[in-house]
């Protein structure tokens, strides 16, 4: 039997850090589109924050500069989730992306979160979301979580959004 030890209450990723092919285009990507704030911009490397956090997003170009993504079928990074404060702050971002003409690859309910996937510039998985009440999510009998992955419409997700009072 080996000792088990969890991670506290609080406990959260504070971050990510990703490497891309192009610094400019990627700081375009998550500060005009997704709306994280530029807070530290260096030669190969740029900070991006939300909220006054020093960084929530590193992006570098160190040993990327012009490469290209992994090919499908390898290890790496599935894709990184960004938690928006409530339903009408995803929807924001949500008109966003379609503005900029970004496809999305998919949107589901999974009982605890809503949530809504795409790519960056450089391929990599990104998750917009927005969690439901604690107390909302579904439990079984004994009390474990269910997780769900219901399909949804993104068009119809911004509309009933847009038509709430």
Known sequence: MTDRSEAPAGTCVGHVHLRVSDLDRAIVFYRDVLGFALNV???KAAFLGAGGYHHHIGLNTWDSAGATPPPPGHTGLFHAAFLYPDRKALVAVLKRVK????????????????????????ENGVELYVDLPA????????????????RFSVDDFIAETDAAP
């Not at 999305?104 to 795409?118: E, I, K, N, P």
């Not at 107390?135 to 219901?150: C, E, F, M, S, T």
């Open 99 to 122: 503005a900029a003409g970004i496809p999305f690859d998919g949107a589901a309910h999974h009982g605890v979160s809503t949530a809504v996937y795409l790519r960056d510039p450089d």
């Open 135 to 150: 107390a909302q999510w579904p439990r079984d009998a004994q009390g474990r979580l269910i997780l769900r992955n219901d």
């Open 41 to 43: 911009r260096l030669d």
